[in-house]
């Protein structure tokens, strides 16, 4: 399918070839999601991916068939981290390579891998396990698809360094694009700073190098701009507007069951303020109103599940296909969108956009944002007056918050108004595909 609304036509050989090295294309988390959406158009036999052994098994092969799995020749792991992680095998790969040959990076699940994993976390040594590494394998198959442009999603130091070296012995235009500020935080430990010299040291080397640079978020086009004086495009997830629900009737009075939603993790750094809206919804409870919230997660059978459910009107569920959020969002009154308030979370999300933000706005139901001030998230829903937000930590205003989108049937209307409007204007997949083709196709810059 060739976009449609361009102003001159768009023929088969306009499209550039790209290489992917990284991110697979998927509809289970943001990276997926959101490179899925923009390549949507573009032709599969341009398009070639290169990724590791963990993700080959997740890609989607209706956006990309030809993939070459990063393996046992290109990861080196070095000792004592070979312990407990593995690669599988290198090699060209096809969709018909069974799920169950892709081995895990996580091999060895005993009980002392998640000792020696914090260890290695806490001393920050954990960034010296993994380093990639070209193989003639990889170049001969690389060239035999001689791609025009090579985009990735860095997000971790051994990607970082290995697109570095990478770049220059193949000397194409590279296409980098940033979904979280990870090289501010990704640093622990007596390291810590070394890290942090290093990675502002090769990030600098490779924003100098390439030709197109990405961020998720306004926020993040503009900080990068400043901290690496170079131009920052920002791309975050498009949708399709055909394929979305919008809520109609929002009308919150007479209710007698107020539900409210969160899709997402539960481990990690999002536990804390999910925990805190579970207390929240049960301190404000009424004889003549039950507020409740639903949990669609990945996470839905680990341990903190037990710590979240103790509480009562809170129910947990497995997550559901993509295609099924539309649906999904619709049936509730609130659609809850966290982010963590430590310290270094916050360093690596200020300048994120979470992907489900345009899905969330174009549905219509009243967003509450729980996220620190300092967070692009917090900043641009409250800017445009999409939802209720939240920038702090504080069970009392998380519960005021809660009770005026409960109560205030006017403001619920005003900001979903708002959304719904914001995310057509903004995130139309038609639009935002289209001004990706312009930025991305160097052969027509």
Same mark, same amino acid.
């Given at each position: 399918?060739?976009?449609?609304?361009?102003? #001159?036509?768009?023929?088969?050989?306009? /499209?550039?070839?790209?290489?992917?090295?990284? !991110?697979?294309?998927?509809?289970?988390?943001?990276?997926?999601?959101?490179?899925?959406? =923009?390549?949507?158009?573009?032709? &599969?036999?341009?398009?070639?991916?290169?990724?590791?052994?963990?993700?080959? %098994?997740?890609?989607?092969?209706?956006?990309?068939?030809?993939?070459?799995?990063?393996?046992?020749?290109?990861?080196?792991?070095?000792?004592?981290?070979?312990?407990?992680?593995?690669?599988?095998?290198?090699?060209?790969?096809?969709?018909?390579?069974?799920?169950?040959?892709?081995?895990?990076?996580?091999?060895?699940?005993?009980?002392? /891998?998640?000792?020696?994993?914090?260890?290695?976390?806490?001393?920050?040594?954990?960034?010296?396990?993994?380093?990639?590494?070209?193989?003639?394998?990889?170049?001969?198959?690389?060239?035999?698809?001689?791609?025009?442009?090579?985009?990735?999603?860095?997000?971790?130091?051994?990607?970082?360094?290995?697109?570095? &070296?990478?770049?220059?012995?193949?000397?194409?235009?590279?296409?980098?694009?940033?979904?979280?500020?990870?090289?501010?935080?990704? %640093?622990?430990?007596?390291?810590?700073?070394?890290?942090?010299? =290093?990675?502002?040291?090769?990030?600098?080397?490779?924003?100098?190098?390439?030709?197109?640079?990405?961020?998720?978020?306004?926020?993040?086009?503009?900080?990068?701009?400043?901290? /690496?004086?170079? #131009?920052?495009?920002?791309?975050?997830?498009?949708?399709?507007?055909?394929?979305?629900?919008?809520?109609?009737?929002?009308?919150?009075?007479?209710?007698?069951?107020?539900?409210? =939603?969160?899709?997402?993790?539960?481990?990690?750094?999002?536990?804390?303020?999910?925990?805190?809206?579970?207390?929240?919804?049960?301190?404000? !409870?009424?004889?003549? @109103?039950?507020?409740?919230?639903?949990?669609?997660?990945?996470?839905?059978?680990?341990?903190?599940?037990?710590?979240?459910?103790?509480?009562?009107?809170?129910?947990?569920?497995?997550?559901?296909?993509?295609?099924?959020?539309?649906? @999904? =969002?619709? !049936? /509730?009154?609130?659609?809850?969108?966290?982010?963590?308030?430590?310290?270094?979370?916050?360093?690596? $999300?200020?300048?994120?956009?979470?992907?489900?933000?345009?899905?969330?706005?174009?549905?219509?139901?009243?967003?509450?944002?729980?996220?620190?001030?300092?967070?692009?998230?917090?900043?641009?829903?409250?800017?445009?007056?999409?939802?209720?937000?939240?920038?702090?930590?504080?069970?009392?205003?998380? !519960?005021?918050?809660?009770?005026?989108?409960?109560?205030?049937?006017?403001?619920? $209307?005003?900001?979903?108004?708002?959304?719904?409007?914001?995310?057509?204007?903004?995130?139309?997949?038609?639009?935002?595909?289209?001004?990706?083709? &312009?930025?991305?196709?160097?052969?027509?810059?």
């Amino acid at each position: 399918m060739l976009p449609n609304n361009m102003n #001159q036509q768009v023929e088969f050989s306009d /499209y550039p070839k790209i290489l992917v090295i990284g !991110q697979p294309f998927h509809n289970k988390s943001g990276g997926g999601i959101t490179i899925s959406n =923009l390549f949507k158009n573009f032709p &599969k036999s341009n398009i070639a991916l290169a990724t590791d052994y963990k993700n080959v %098994g997740r890609n989607d092969y209706t956006y990309c068939k030809n993939v070459y799995r990063l393996g046992n020749k290109e990861y080196k792991i070095f000792f004592p981290f070979s312990l407990v992680f593995k690669t599988g095998n290198s090699g060209a790969v096809t969709e018909l390579v069974p799920t169950a040959n892709n081995v895990s990076i996580i091999s060895k699940k005993k009980w002392y /891998y998640t000792i020696l994993e914090n260890i290695f976390f806490k001393l920050g040594i954990n960034l010296l396990a993994i380093r990639i590494t070209s193989t003639k394998d990889l170049e001969i198959w690389i060239e035999k698809f001689n791609p025009d442009i090579i985009y990735t999603q860095l997000g971790s130091i051994e990607l970082l360094l290995f697109i570095e &070296k990478f770049m220059r012995r193949f000397n194409k235009p590279l296409a980098i694009h940033i979904m979280d500020d990870w090289p501010v935080s990704i %640093g622990r430990g007596p390291l810590k700073y070394y890290w942090s010299w =290093l990675i502002d040291k090769k990030l600098k080397s490779v924003v100098n190098y390439s030709s197109i640079n990405l961020a998720i978020s306004e926020g993040m086009s503009n900080e990068y701009a400043l901290r /690496y004086s170079k #131009q920052f495009d920002f791309f975050h997830n498009p949708i399709e507007l055909d394929k979305w629900i919008t809520k109609v009737d929002i009308n919150s009075s007479n209710k007698k069951n107020f539900r409210i =939603l969160y899709t997402g993790r539960i481990s990690g750094e999002h536990y804390k303020s999910l925990e805190d809206i579970c207390i929240a919804i049960n301190n404000i !409870q009424r004889d003549d @109103l039950t507020i409740s919230i639903d949990v669609y997660s990945p996470d839905w059978d680990i341990f903190l599940v037990k710590k979240i459910t103790r509480y009562p009107n809170v129910f947990v569920y497995p997550s559901i296909d993509h295609k099924g959020i539309p649906n @999904l =969002l619709v !049936q /509730y009154d609130i659609l809850f969108l966290p982010l963590d308030f430590s310290k270094n979370s916050t360093k690596f $999300t200020k300048l994120s956009m979470p992907t489900k933000a345009s899905e969330y706005l174009i549905s219509g139901v009243p967003i509450l944002i729980y996220a620190p001030y300092q967070s692009e998230l917090f900043r641009h829903f409250e800017k445009h007056k999409l939802a209720f937000v939240i920038g702090e930590r504080s069970l009392d205003k998380l !519960q005021n918050g809660i009770s005026k989108l409960v109560k205030d049937t006017e403001y619920r $209307t005003k900001i979903s108004n708002n959304a719904v409007e914001y995310a057509k204007a903004n995130y139309n997949a038609e639009i935002v595909r289209e001004r990706f083709f &312009k930025t991305i196709n160097l052969k027509r810059n």
